[in-house]
C-alpha cells in the first residue's frame, strides 16, 4: 500500500492507496471504527488490492491523521469526495466498520452518487426511529464516563470486547497504543457526538450488505442492525465466532461475504 496524505483545513489526513491501480476495476474504500485505524483491515488490503483498487485511511483524529482538530461528518464526506476525485474514482463501494459505517452514510446523505455499494461490519444505521431518548442520553455520556476509568484496564477491556481472537487482540491493542488517556476519552466523545448531529432519516438506494459478529455486544449494535434488516430488507449475516471487530476475528469469511457481494454488483 502507498502512503499518502490530504491537506485540510483542521490537519492532515493520511490515506493507503493499493500498489497496482487499475482505472477499470472496482475500488473498495474501507472505514475503521472509533479509536482504531486502517492497519483494521490489514487482511482485506492484502486478499482484494491484487483484483481491485484498495483504499483505507487514517480517520480525521485517529492513528496517523493526528493533531486534527474536532471534526463535523458533513467535513469528513468532503474528504472522501476529494480523494475519489484527486484518484478519479467515480464511485466506490465503502466497507465502514462502527464508527467507518457512519462516515460511509454521511458520503450516502451529502454524496450518494459516489457509492455503487455500501457493506456495514457492526455498524448502526442512521435514522431518527432507531434511537431512544435514553440511547441518546447514553451516548451524550460516554467521554465523562471513560474518563472514570483506569486506563491500561480500560484498553484492555476495549479490546476483549471488540475480539474473539487473539489476533483480534492484539490488533486493537496496537491501534489504541498511540493515544494518551485524555485524547482517547475526547476522541470517542466527538465521535459519537458527530454521529448524533449528523444524523438523519436516510433513504439509501445502492446496494448494503449487513454483516455482525456472533458475540458483537458493543452497545445495542445487535438490536440495531436486527431492526435495520426488519425496517430496510438489507440482507444481515452474522459472523459465527467473531466479535465487533469481525473482519479480524474472522477474516476469511469477512473477504469472501465481500467478494460475493462485489459480484452481485457487477
Not at 475500488?27 to 475503521?32: A, K
Not at 493533531?67 to 472522501?80: K, L, R, S, T
Not at 490488533?171 to 458527530?194: S, T
Not at 454521529?195 to 449494535?221: A, H, M, Q, R, W
Request: with cysteine.
Amino acid at each position: 500500500m502507498i502512503e499518502r496524505t490530504l491537506q485540510t483545513a483542521k490537519g492532515t489526513l493520511h490515506y493507503w492507496q493499493s500498489e497496482n491501480w487499475k482505472p477499470a476495476a472496482d475500488t473498495l474504500f474501507f472505514m475503521h471504527g472509533l479509536t482504531a485505524d486502517h492497519t483494521l483491515f490489514d487482511r482485506q488490503a492484502a486478499f482484494f488490492g491484487p483484483s481491485a483498487n484498495v483504499l483505507a485511511w487514517d480517520a480525521p483524529g485517529h492513528g496517523k491523521s493526528r493533531p486534527f482538530e474536532a471534526f463535523d461528518f458533513d467535513e469528513v464526506a468532503g474528504y472522501v469526495k476529494t480523494i475519489l476525485d484527486e484518484l478519479g474514482v467515480k464511485q466506490a463501494v465503502f466497507v465502514g466498520q462502527s464508527l467507518g459505517g457512519y462516515f460511509a452514510q454521511s458520503v450516502l446523505k451529502l454524496y450518494p452518487q459516489y457509492v455503487k455499494g455500501f457493506v456495514s461490519i457492526g455498524s448502526t444505521p442512521y435514522g431518527y426511529g432507531y434511537y431512544s431518548r435514553f440511547d441518546i442520553w447514553c451516548i451524550n455520556q460516554v467521554e465523562w464516563m471513560a474518563l472514570l476509568c483506569p486506563f491500561q484496564w480500560m484498553k484492555r477491556a476495549m479490546a476483549r470486547q471488540v475480539s474473539t481472537t487473539q489476533a483480534g487482540y492484539d490488533n486493537m491493542m496496537q491501534m489504541l497504543a498511540p493515544y494518551g488517556k485524555r485524547e482517547l476519552c475526547h476522541l470517542m466523545g466527538v465521535g459519537y457526538a458527530g454521529f448524533l448531529k449528523n444524523n438523519c432519516d436516510l433513504s439509501i438506494s445502492c446496494p448494503v450488505l449487513l454483516l455482525l459478529g456472533e458475540y458483537d455486544k458493543t452497545g445495542k449494535v445487535r438490536q440495531y442492525n436486527k431492526e435495520w434488516t426488519k425496517r430496510t430488507g438489507f440482507p444481515l449475516v452474522i459472523i459465527k465466532d467473531a466479535a465487533h471487530n469481525a473482519n479480524v476475528d474472522k477474516a476469511e469469511e469477512v473477504n469472501a461475504l465481500i467478494q460475493d457481494f462485489l459480484t452481485t454488483l457487477n
